[in-house]
């Protein structure tokens, strides 16, 4: 059994994969602006140092598992959603790598989501310069660019981008030795959905949203999927972006892998 922190742990699909693997037996180490273990706001750097530096302390220098789940809904400012939801989602994974390094068969896990996939099927979400600057890790520059988009469409930026960045960091963290991987939830039933629903436009596109399974899904399915990457049973699985969305990307895009 091994120490794994998550961040966005006291909510949704954080707190349930938080419960699935506290009776798997493993430690839990929580970090979320709610009350939990390390209360830290990763959309200002000084709360990315501040929770970097007490999961250290908690873990005694090691972790095995690391899932980086923290995130603003798309009802939320697009400047704000940047910072948490791709930048703080980003750096928490890359500050805490050294601790992953010192793990026993250390594995990662980015939350993004089927909004990732929004850039190709919906070209009015699209913000190229906002996901440029994402991407080049200028934060201010990625800020910037967003204003003037809503909170959507910075929602689909930060987690294409997150997606993209576990794919681009394969190499470094194959090397490292150190499992990176993505989960794209769909249409998962939590508090941030809830939320979706009492805001008329998104509730609209979202309710709409085609999905061959016929149905939104408990977060603690998606806990299932992650406890799998984070697990023995995926030690060949690395730098994979997997849809956990009932079908919804492959209806949406059949003709791309």
């Not at 994969?17 to 959309?43: C, E, F, M, S, Y």
């Not at 190709?120 to 190229?128: G, K, R, S, W």
């Not at 060949?236 to 791309?256: E, K, Q």
Request: aromatic share 4%.
């Amino acid at each position: 059994m091994g120490t794994i922190a998550i961040t966005g742990a006291a909510s949704g699909i954080g707190a349930a994969l938080a419960d699935r693997l506290k009776r798997d037996g493993h430690r839990v180490i929580g970090i979320d602006v709610q009350p939990t273990d390390v209360l830290a706001d990763l959309g200002t750097p000084t709360g990315r140092q501040h929770a970097a530096t007490a999961v250290a302390d908690l873990a005694d220098g090691r972790l095995d598992g690391l899932v980086s789940g923290a995130a603003l809904g798309p009802y939320s400012q697009p400047g704000p959603i940047l910072r948490v939801n791709y930048f703080g989602a980003l750096q928490i994974l890359n500050d805490l790598r050294p601790l992953l390094e010192r793990g026993t068969e250390p594995a990662a896990v980015a939350i993004s989501s089927i909004g990732a996939v929004y850039d190709d099927i919906l070209p009015d979400q699209a913000v190229p310069a906002a996901l440029g600057a994402c991407l080049a890790d200028d934060e201010e520059t990625a800020v910037a660019a967003i204003s003037g988009h809503d909170g959507n469409a910075a929602y689909c930026v930060a987690k294409r981008g997150l997606a993209l960045q576990v794919r681009a960091a394969v190499q470094a963290w194959g090397d490292a030795g150190v499992r990176l991987n993505a989960i794209c939830p769909g249409r998962i039933a939590t508090p941030m959905l809830d939320q979706i629903y009492e805001t008329p436009v998104m509730a609209e596109a979202v309710k709409a949203m085609p999905i061959p399974l016929g149905r939104s899904a408990p977060p603690e399915e998606m806990a299932s999927v992650i406890a799998f990457l984070l697990g023995p049973d995926a030690r060949y699985v690395h730098g994979a972006v997997i849809h956990a969305d009932g079908g919804s990307d492959s209806l949406l895009r059949p003709n791309t892998l």
